[in-house]
């Protein structure tokens, strides 16, 4: 028995999310039925992120068991003629036995899109929310500086959330605008709650109306009263752009 690691990209628009469940097609049923097909075993993948219905991805991890003899860098080259247009495995590798993709320490990215102008551009309706209220950039970058570091993040996340601990840590929170338009909120942390960027991205479109200051962030922070913060942007706006393991970290340090 092997341990495989995939590195999974997909567009959202068409799934209920990461996590299998009964209303609806989604990215891990998509990917046990086909490896199941592929490899004549029952496999069932387990990811480190389960993202939300209509949230994409650039570098989702998973991991499953196998007896396979098929190669472990191999099995993404199989696969993918398998796999539907919006689903592509990027590589995949064999891991230790004991590699867990949300128990070991990671640091994962993900992005906010924003298109902010008049009139909508229909080749980035999937993956870029469009907002036609002016946004004051530099405000939303100096309120993106308060979400960095650690914090308890009660206000940034879903009343729905699970987690009896909602202190995580935000390593670093940026907000930069291209020539096209486009606004991209970039966050990378340690653990996210649920709804949390989004959430994160909501308030940072009221800072760019003005409707909350920069300066009001910590005080939100410190109520931890989900109603003080933002609304949930949505979610076609949100990508994961990938996550880093321990030692991945230590060697882009040295």
């Known amino acids: ?116 102008r008049k009139i909508p551009v229909p080749t980035l309706r999937r993956d870029t929310y469009f907002y036609y209220r002016p946004l004051n950039l530099e405000k939303m970058q100096q309120a993106a500086f308060y979400f960095e570091g650690q914090h308890d993040f009660k206000s940034f996340c879903s009343v729905k959330t699970s987690a009896e601990d909602t202190v995580r840590k935000i390593l670093s929170c940026t907000v930069v605008k291209s020539p096209e338009d486009i606004i991209t909120i970039r966050v990378t942390g340690t653990g996210f709650l649920y709804n ?12 760019g109306t003005g409707e909350i200051l920069p300066e009001s962030i910590p005080e939100i922070l410190e109520k931890k009263d989900r109603s003080k913060a933002g609304p949930t942007a949505p979610a076609h706006g949100l990508t994961m752009i990938g996550i880093q393991y321990g030692d991945e970290i230590q060697r882009k340090s040295i």
């Not at 999974?8 to 068409?14: C, I, L, M, P, Q």
């Not at 949390?196 to 800072?207: D, F, K, N």
């Open 1 to 116: 028995m092997r341990r495989v690691k995939l590195i999974v990209a997909y567009e959202g628009t068409n799934y209920c999310g990461w996590q299998v469940q009964p209303n609806g097609c989604t990215i891990e049923e998509v990917l046990n039925r086909t490896l199941s097909e592929l490899l004549g075993e029952n496999i069932a993948v387990t990811g480190a992120s389960r993202t939300d219905a209509g949230v994409h991805s650039l570098g989702n991890v998973a991991v499953f068991d196998t007896k396979t003899r098929i190669p472990p860098e191999k099995i993404c080259y199989a696969l993918n003629q398998r796999l539907p247009a919006d689903i592509a495995v990027q590589s995949s590798c064999q891991v230790p036995d004991d590699f867990h993709p949300r128990r070991c320490y990671s640091e994962k990215t993900y992005e906010y899109r924003i298109l902010n």
């Open 196 to 207: 949390m960027v989004r959430i994160i991205a909501g308030t940072l479109i009221s800072v």
